[in-house]
């Protein structure tokens, strides 16, 4: 009768410390789950709003651009683009002619010369990739957007008119405006808000 009872004690004193490890092993990983699946959407989120400001912004360097290229005033294009230099989130910013030589630029160095896509420091971007891009806003007419592979990066590309040369009359088109924009910081401040939150939930 004793060892029966001593067994039984044994088990309720097994069962009291396996189930609450259990549930906490459950609720840690159904918890870590939610946190991956949350991180994701939230990831896919961030880059949607991302692009829609962007794009937003892009309109608008777009039109100052344009009203000043028809003005044949490529100082004050100039500016628009040393301008954009002070946007944290913003590496590099560049007007080129129909060729891809660069007529102005977020730094005074690159004008003059021939587009260098590697020197745009876009690790995770294949050349052929944004000549496509380039080409494909010429062609249409309309912005186009794409992501690095690394999803860090994101470069625009919209077209405008290009200077007037001596006896012409009308705009010249071939124009097009390339930005390039650095989320790992955003990203990472949005990614710890998240954090945050969760640790709470944890807790």
Not at 20 to 30: E, R, Y
Not at 66 to 73: H, K, S
Not at 132 to 157: E, H, K, P, W, Y
Request: with cysteine.
């Amino acid at each position: 009768m004793k060892m029966k009872t001593s067994s039984q004690t044994t088990k309720r004193r097994s069962l009291r410390f396996w189930l609450p490890a259990l549930l906490l092993l459950f609720a840690v990983g159904g918890g870590l789950v939610l946190y991956v699946f949350e991180a994701r959407m939230h990831a896919i989120q961030f880059e949607a709003d991302f692009s829609r400001n962007q794009m937003l912004r892009d309109v608008r360097i777009q039109a100052d651009v344009e009203r000043w290229v028809l003005r044949n005033d490529l100082e004050l294009v100039q500016s628009i683009f040393a301008e954009l230099g002070v946007i944290p989130e913003l590496k590099s910013a560049l007007f080129l002619d129909a060729t891809n030589n660069v007529l102005a630029a977020t730094r005074r160095e690159y004008i003059g010369r021939p587009l260098d896509i590697l020197g745009l420091s876009l690790d995770h971007l294949e050349p052929e990739q944004l000549r496509a891009a380039m080409q494909t806003a010429r062609q249409t007419m309309r912005g186009v957007s794409l992501f690095t592979r690394d999803r860090n990066s994101l470069i625009a590309c919209f077209p405008t008119s290009l200077p007037l040369q001596p006896g012409e009359l009308e705009a010249r088109r071939g124009g097009v405006i390339l930005v390039s924009y650095d989320l790992r910081p955003e990203k990472a401040a949005s990614l710890r808000h998240l954090q945050t939150e969760f640790l709470f939930y944890f807790a």
